[in-house]
């Protein structure tokens, strides 16, 4: 297990208390754009540009005034890494790199902080089965390992779960909290590639460590018209059991499965399959020409009995088989409370049913309602294992989202198995952490291997990843950090293709007020979701200084507004 200390020292306890002045007065001046010209910042940076330097696939930037380090108050701190494998494999290594919260706990030792005020105690998460915990990645020295590869993921049940905990009184378990959910759960204003996927990147002052830097990446993927997909088969696998047998539950599934419906075109087929004790087909595939009958068969769905996900899954995917269109989308799409008490019941055992179906094309969308013993493990192993993506909904709106606006556009998959490899380099980057992704770590040698299993992406998706850095001593704006590499498999053609970005120093900019908007919500949300989690790197960051800067985000965004909400909530709870 990795040393369980910060990363860095921190070099003043007031860093976020003038943030959050700088941005308000920023916000006074003229709403917070990135152009303010308040004096102050992250690091009392005023001379960045007013701008924020944006490096994408298309074109770097190639400005000569960059970031600096340098420093005449305070010699730059240096990290604290991890004892690392010798194979230079992350993920190989991925255990050495992460701290459970039993052994983060120990690492606290109170005072203040970044946000100028006391760091809370820490709390032991919930026994409870219902969420694994991945652990926290720790820093990895470059030198000794500069490659960081991932598969791209685009779940969000994570946030929307920690939502609900919120809305009953109740902080989530940390186990339950996956920083790239949090994160991705938000838009953010990537440019749209024209086939394919892209990735753009920019970077700031860390909130984390004093002179450290955030990198964000951002992948998008390519807008395809809506009309212009094939036609789709989709079977419903409904959970019917004694434990659906309420209206946040059955009643919002039904709600939501007669609004996708609805929007649904002519040609494509539904199919409706319920389990309790056992499986039962409702509904054979239909025609949606036959609306009103996949309608009545949707009223007539009734809870009660045990949960045998395993037979419902079996049946659902036997119907997938038969209605399956060569050429066309084929989805099966689980909606449950993720609890499987009859037939096989493990995650691992589950997903053997489905793997082979996934390869041929038949994609798993799995969509969790309700908490109780609510089992996310089982939810989010399905689908990442089935090619397809996991959801949360506790509420209509919610569900109106899921099943309509992100559902159709995953209808129309336009990267498969798509991956991420970053390689920093070890001359001007000294260490570096990736906030996330702790459970889809791929090893550094299976980047190019095409047998193994990745993300999908659907039409118009996204990904945003955070990178937190410590760079060498006098880096500028003419040096090189890194190279971002994306590989992925063309749906239709089945080529794979692979795209790359070259990241200069010239994308860092030394004042968090000058960077994009975007970006301040990226690390804000990251910065409350480590906090959730009881990161070590986040012990002196308070929930009270991170609502105050998504405050300022807000503006007539009812996502950011909520999220201030929610914010406010969790610190209310830990106080």
């Not at 490096?55 to 240096?78: K, R």
């Not at 045990?306 to 119907?319: F, H, V």
């Not at 590499?485 to 089945?494: C, F, G, K, Q, S």
Request: contains cysteine.
């Amino acid at each position: 297990m990795g040393n369980t200390q910060p990363g860095k020292a921190r070099a003043g306890s007031k860093l976020l208390a003038t943030l959050i002045a700088a941005s308000l007065v920023a916000s006074a001046c003229g709403g917070s754009d990135g152009g303010s010209d308040a004096e102050g910042g992250l690091f009392d940076g005023g001379s960045g540009q007013s701008d924020s330097s944006t490096a994408t696939t298309n074109a770097s930037a190639d400005a000569d005034d960059g970031f600096s380090l340098d420093s005449d108050d305070a010699e730059a701190p240096s990290a604290t890494y991890v004892d690392r494998a010798d194979s230079g494999d992350e993920g190989d290594a991925m255990e050495e790199e992460t701290a459970t919260p039993a052994s983060r706990a120990a690492a606290v030792e109170g005072g203040e902080g970044f946000f100028d005020a006391e760091a809370p105690e820490p709390r032991e998460p919930e026994a409870s089965n219902t969420f694994k915990d991945y652990g926290v990645r720790s820093f990895v020295e470059t030198d000794r390992d500069p490659l960081s590869t991932f598969a791209l993921d685009v779940d969000t049940a994570s946030y929307f779960i920690g939502r609900q905990f919120l809305n009953d009184g109740v902080l989530p378990p940390t186990a339950s909290v996956r920083v790239e959910e949090y994160v991705n759960t938000f838009d953010y204003d990537y440019p749209a590639p024209r086939d394919g996927l892209s990735v753009v990147a920019d970077a700031g002052p860390s909130p984390f460590n004093e002179g450290n830097v955030i990198v964000r990446l951002g992948v998008q993927a390519e807008e395809v018209r809506y009309a212009d997909r094939e036609d789709a088969s989709l079977t419903f696998v409904v959970d019917t059991s004694g434990s659906m047998d309420r209206d946040d539950r059955l009643g919002l599934v039904k709600i939501a499965l007669k609004n996708l419906v609805r929007e649904l075109d002519g040609g494509d087929t539904v199919a409706i399959v319920t389990y309790s004790n056992s499986g039962d087909v409702i509904l054979p595939p239909t025609s949606v020409r036959d609306s009103d009958v996949i309608l009545d068969a949707i009223d007539d769905l009734r809870p009660g009995g045990s949960t045998n996900l395993e037979a419902g899954l079996q049946l659902g995917y036997d119907l997938a088989d038969e209605s399956f269109q060569r050429g066309g989308i084929n989805r099966v799409i689980l909606a449950s409370d993720g609890v499987a008490n009859v037939g096989l019941t493990d995650p691992d055992g589950l997903v053997r049913l489905i793997r082979g179906d996934a390869d041929r094309g038949i994609q798993l969308v799995t969509v969790g309602v309700g908490m109780g013993n609510f089992s996310d493990v089982v939810m989010e192993t399905l689908a990442d294992d089935g090619d397809g993506f996991y959801a949360y909904v506790n509420d209509e709106e919610q569900a109106q989202k899921i099943f309509t606006d992100d559902l159709l556009s995953n209808l129309i998959t336009v990267a498969i198995d798509s991956k991420i490899q970053v390689e920093f380099d070890s001359d001007n980057v000294i260490a570096y952490r990736l906030l996330g992704f702790e459970n889809r770590a791929v090893h550094d040698d299976d980047f190019r291997n095409d047998s193994v299993d990745a993300g999908e992406l659907g039409s118009g998706h996204q990904v945003t990843a955070l990178y937190e850095l410590e760079l060498a001593r006098g880096v500028s704006g003419r040096d090189h950090l890194g190279t971002v590499a994306l590989r992925w498999e063309d749906p239709e053609t089945r080529d794979v293709r692979e795209t790359r970005l070259e990241l200069s120093g010239s994308i860092l900019q030394d004042s968090w007020n000058n960077t994009a908007d975007d970006f301040r919500l990226a690390v804000t949300v990251a910065a409350y979701a480590e906090i959730l989690r009881q990161s070590q790197y986040a012990e002196e960051i308070t929930l009270s200084n991170v609502a105050a800067e998504a405050a300022v985000l807000a503006d007539n965004s009812s996502e950011i507004r909520e999220l201030v909400e929610l914010i406010e909530q969790a610190d209310r709870l830990r106080n």
